[in-house]
């Protein structure tokens, strides 16, 4: 079994920053594929980064240049670093962890198994 924990969200201004973290415990491996999803108000879940075990990542078109995801595998904590943040981006940011060694890190939130409770990020205008 994983746990995940995020933290990092808040409350930030139109062009602010925050840097979400997700600590994983339990029977965790370094090298599963991690990624982040979110749910904005009124719509389904999406991907909004992944990040696979050999370190390769993909980005939704939505947050390309803006966010980047990254983990310390010794610290086994996953981190989305979230730029220039846009009301848009108002939602509830979720971490979770595959347990299928996937070559490629999919988007698609079926593809993963491991969540974690989420945390809010609201952006004002």
């Known amino acids: 079994q994983v746990q995940l924990v995020e933290s990092g969200g808040g409350s930030v201004q139109a062009g602010g920053s925050l840097r979400l973290s997700c600590a994983a415990s339990?029977?965790?491996?370094?090298?599963?594929?991690m990624g982040w999803f979110r749910r904005l108000p009124g719509q389904e879940r999406e991907g909004v980064a992944a990040?696979?075990?050999?370190?390769?990542?993909n980005y939704a078109d939505s947050v390309k240049g803006r966010f980047t995801i990254s983990r310390d595998t010794a610290k086994k904590t996953l981190y989305l670093q979230m730029n220039s943040l846009k009301p848009e981006d108002t939602g509830m940011y979720y971490c979770?962890?595959?347990?299928?060694?996937?070559?490629?890190?999919?988007?698609?939130?079926?593809?993963?198994?491991?969540w974690g409770q989420g945390t809010q990020v609201t952006v004002s205008s």
């Open positions: 339990g029977n965790t491996d370094s090298g599963s594929v």
């Open positions: 979770a962890a595959a347990n299928v060694p996937y070559i490629l890190a999919p988007l698609s939130p079926s593809a993963y198994y491991y």
């Open positions: 990040i696979a075990g050999d370190g390769r990542t």
